[in-house]
Structures are given as structure tokens and as C-alpha cells.
């Protein structure tokens, strides 16, 4: 019984992270209409997709990495001859409590990191306005951004649950 649970539990699990990889909040975006000649062209509704997730796994191996670092370093000849140096390495070690609080810490730290650099959106309403779009959501450049930003913000907590 108790292994058919932890499968069960292993399958929600898996389904849960799909879930959430595949998620993504839609801001609704109107494109103007224009008339070439006697056409009229554009008026498409679409949408601005925000991947809950969109860092991916991008901040967990920023975070690998940087906290692997005093690890590694431990393991050199000169740390090791150091008294100092290698009194203080053991306490880097991915068993103890601190370090994997953190790991957690640098985990939502990078996250929030790399959503202000792969996505600008101080960017956003000058894209939209090249584009001839607008949104109910959107209002001037500054509010724009700062709408944007908090939607980011929001979701970016929800995709670190996974």
C-alpha cells in the first residue's frame, strides 16, 4: 500500500510540474484597424503570454553553481594546507541546513534576476505602440511597466513552487 502511495504521489507530483511548465498568463492586447484603399486591415485580438515559469531552470544551475564554488575551492592543495581555510570548508557542504537554506535563497534570488534580464517590461509600451496594440490593461508607459512588472513579479512566486 505504501508503495502504490508514494507512486500515486510521484505521478501528481510530475503532473503538478507539468502543469505549472505549461502555464502562462494571457494579457489581452488589441491591434488597431487601419484601411489601405477599401480594405480595412489589423483589429486582431491577441495576447501577451507570460510564462509562469519563465526562467526554467536557469536560476536552480545559477545556483549550482555559485554555492558549488567554496566546494571546489575546498579541494585545492593551498586551501587545504591553510588551517583557516579548511576549518571553514566543511561548513559549505550541501548536508548542512544553512547551505541548503542557502540554495534556496539564491534559487528565488536568481529567479527574479533573470526575469529582469531576459524580459524588459520598461520595454513593453514602446513595442506596443510600434505595433499599433493596445490592451484594456495597459495604460501610460510608466503604469504599463509597473503592471507588467507586478503581473512578473506574482507569477514568478508561483513558478518557484516547482
Known amino acids: 500500500m505504501a508503495v502504490l502511495l508514494i ?9 503538478f510540474i507539468v502543469f505549472v511548465e505549461r502555464s502562462e498568463r494571457r494579457i489581452p492586447v488589441q491591434s488597431a484597424r487601419r484601411i489601405v484603399g477599401r480594405r480595412q486591415m489589423g483589429g ?3 495576447h501577451l503570454p507570460l510564462k509562469v515559469n519563465s526562467g526554467g531552470v536557469m536560476p536552480v544551475i ?4 555559485i554555492l558549488s ?9 593551498f586551501v587545504q594546507s591553510n588551517k583557516v581555510l579548511s576549518e571553514s570548508s566543511p561548513t559549505c557542504s550541501p548536508v548542512n541546513p544553512g547551505t541548503s537554506l542557502l540554495y534556496v535563497g539564491a534559487i528565488i534570488f536568481f529567479a527574479y534576476f533573470y526575469i529582469s534580464i531576459v524580459f524588459r517590461p520598461d520595454d513593453m ?25 507586478g503581473i512578473l513579479t506574482r507569477i514568478t512566486l508561483v513558478g518557484l513552487s516547482t
Open 125 to 149: 509600451p514602446t513595442t506596443c505602440v510600434r505595433a499599433v496594440a493596445s490592451s484594456p490593461a495597459f495604460a501610460p508607459v510608466g503604469r504599463t511597466s509597473d503592471y507588467i512588472n
Open 7 to 15: 507512486i500515486a504521489a510521484m505521478i501528481g507530483l510530475v503532473a
Open 62 to 65: 545559477f545556483a549550482s553553481s
Open 44 to 46: 486582431v485580438s491577441s
Open 69 to 77: 564554488a567554496p566546494l571546489l575551492f575546498g579541494q585545492m592543495a
